[in-house]
């Protein structure tokens, strides 16, 4: 199995433009959640699913579109990329259920300009 | 945001060493959750404590939770070279399948 799969793993964007970062598991899993990474903050959770067709608001959700058609895509929008949205993404999933650990996919690092 | 801090931020201990970092958070939880990330890489989950339990062993790792003071420590028992990472706690909300993260412990294990 190859687990949680992002792609690309890295990108540059000038401002303005828009690109979709995506997210492919292969467990079946219900959850998935996306995140982003800056220094000194940890972790910060930008939209999450709890199936198809279903998607919530996390911390820090302005600028950034989800949706999911399908168990196994997740894939993450910006619609106009700013230089605030620089950062490490980081996408997430686990069986559905409030207990269980999360299985993250390697990063994708993108730089706005 | 539900997560409170962690501490020490950065954490620099000699090889055999003990190392503890601790997690605070600000709302009730259905659990609490430790994760490790070597530099570069993505999290990998290290442990779980249900918000009922209150200590919790996993090889050298020990942890426990306190409900009553929302917070949390993670014991490395003999530390080792290869635990040189980050350290994250996540609480899982008991109303909503948010995981929230803290700003994460850095942990130097000096050879």
């Known amino acids: 199995n190859a687990g949680v799969t992002q792609t690309p793993k890295f990108q540059v964007l000038k401002t303005g433009q828009s690109m979709t970062l995506q997210c492919a598991q292969d467990?079946?899993?219900?959850?998935m959640s996306w995140y982003r990474q800056d220094p000194g903050m940890g972790l910060r959770l930008i939209h999450y699913?709890?199936?198809?067709?279903?998607?919530d608001q996390g911390e820090v959700p302005n600028g950034y579109n989800v949706s999911r058609s399908t168990t196994e895509d997740f894939p993450l929008r910006l619609l106009s990329a700013a230089p605030s949205q620089t950062s490490v993404y980081f996408c997430a999933s686990r069986r559905q259920g409030s207990t269980g650990e999360l299985f993250f996919g390697e990063g994708s690092r993108l730089t706005v300009l | 945001s539900q997560q409170g801090e962690e501490d020490p931020q950065a954490l620099s201990i000699q090889e055999g060493e003990n190392a503890t970092m601790n997690c605070s958070y600000k709302t009730s939880i259905n659990n609490l959750q430790w994760y490790r990330q070597n530099s570069g890489r993505g999290l990998v989950h290290l442990i779980l404590?249900?918000?009922?339990?209150r200590e919790k062993h996993s090889g050298r790792l020990r942890v426990t939770l306190d409900t009553s003071k929302k917070s949390s420590s993670l014991l490395i028992t003999a530390s080792r070279a290869a635990d040189t990472a980050s350290y994250f706690c996540a609480t899982a909300e008991t109303s909503y399948d948010k995981v929230i993260f803290g700003p994460g412990t850095s942990l130097s294990v000096i050879p």
């Open positions: 404590i249900r918000s009922n339990e």
């Open positions: 467990m079946n899993h219900e959850y």
């Open positions: 699913s709890v199936g198809a067709g279903i998607t």
